[in-house]
């Protein structure tokens, strides 16, 4: 068992959460999510020989608390479609501009 501190950058915005790992020699990876975002959450990795050089992996996630993960995700699409869609109407109105200026090919 090893406690690991992770940081992931979505869309300029950094995410930190740290896990509890623990390993099953060959078979899977146990992640208990302690702090962060997903807090609670478990997310086992099971590895299974395909013959060869081949793996299938399963990864599956346990919500601990009384969210469904439509809940979970509409938390995080409500953080990120706001910044997606001002990036999208940024790019479109610089797009239509530079096209009416004729400074794009078609």
Same mark, same amino acid.
Request: without cysteine.
């Given at each position: 068992t090893?406690?690991?501190?992770?940081?992931?950058?979505?869309r300029s915005v950094e995410y930190q959460w740290k896990s509890q790992v623990? #390993? !099953?020699?060959?078979?899977? $990876?146990?992640?208990?999510?302690?702090?962060?975002?997903?807090?609670?959450?478990?997310v086992i990795w099971t590895f299974r020989s395909l013959g060869g050089k081949k793996t299938h992996l399963?990864?599956?996630?346990? #919500? !601990?608390?009384?969210k469904s $993960?439509?809940?979970?995700?509409?938390e995080q699409f409500n953080q990120i479609i706001?910044?997606?869609?001002?990036?999208?109407?940024?790019?479109?109105k610089n797009w239509a501009?530079?096209?009416?200026l004729g400074e794009l090919d078609d």
């Open positions: 090893i406690l690991i501190e992770r940081v992931a950058k979505i623990n #390993f !099953s020699p060959v078979e899977k $990876i146990i992640f208990d999510q302690l702090e962060g975002p997903l807090k609670g959450m478990e399963e990864i599956i996630h346990h #919500f !601990s608390d009384s $993960i439509s809940e979970h995700l509409k706001p910044k997606a869609t001002q990036q999208f109407l940024a790019d479109f501009e530079r096209q009416s």
